[in-house]
């Protein structure tokens, strides 16, 4: 492995477990029409393809307009909830103070939207800490497309090659890939059910978060 002088994460299974607050949300929504709540392990994987996916997994199939209707009162109460439930996962903290002590930036790169990912951030007290944030409507590219990457290490000032990108999803390392980072497959997150291919052969097991550490040594 080349020298790490940066780190990008995805963020939804990646930096933060926000699987409860999008349960919360879905299950309101639920409400609506009258169905019980779902537990968090029946429906948290569902998230890390956003609003969709949830949506996806936890209400009957039915129109294009009523499933517009359902999207955007489960985004509502999920930005109006004020993100309680939503915590980084174990050993993220330590992995970023440590990228700060050894004065190596770090990013996100999400698919989710911009005024939900900041929202969180400043909930999280991350906003003042992050140096680049590239969501889904950042530019017209998202994952797996590598652009967002790229402008993310752009803007941190560090060559895609000496940068590793952490993700649970195919979707991150197949954009970490083609722009041409480092990657790293977590197996922690809600994605990970779905990690295959040969990408898997390239990139790095991360099984907890703490694994990071040892990368930057």
Known sequence: MTVINAMLFDLDGTLVDSAPDGVAALNYVRGTVGLPPLA???????????????????????????????????????YASGFPLSRLYDGIEQVLEALEAADKPWGIVTNKVEYLTHAYLEVA????RVTSVVCGDTIAERKPHPEP????????????AEVLFVGDDLRD?????????????????YGSRDLNGPLLASSTPIHKP????SLLQ
């Open 149 to 160: 990457v790229l402008l993310a290490c752009e803007q941190m000032g560090v060559a895609p």
């Open 173 to 189: 390392l197949e954009a970490g890939n083609a722009a041409g980072t480092q990657i790293a497959a977590v197996y922690y997150g």
């Open 210 to 213: 703490l694994d990071l550490l």
């Open 125 to 128: 007290g991350l906003a003042h």
């Open 40 to 78: 968090v392990e029946e429906a948290g994987h569902a998230i890390t393809r956003g609003a969709p996916g949830l949506l996806g997994v936890g209400m009957p199939e039915t129109d294009e307009k009523t499933f517009e209707s359902w999207r955007l009162q489960l985004l509502e109460h999920y």
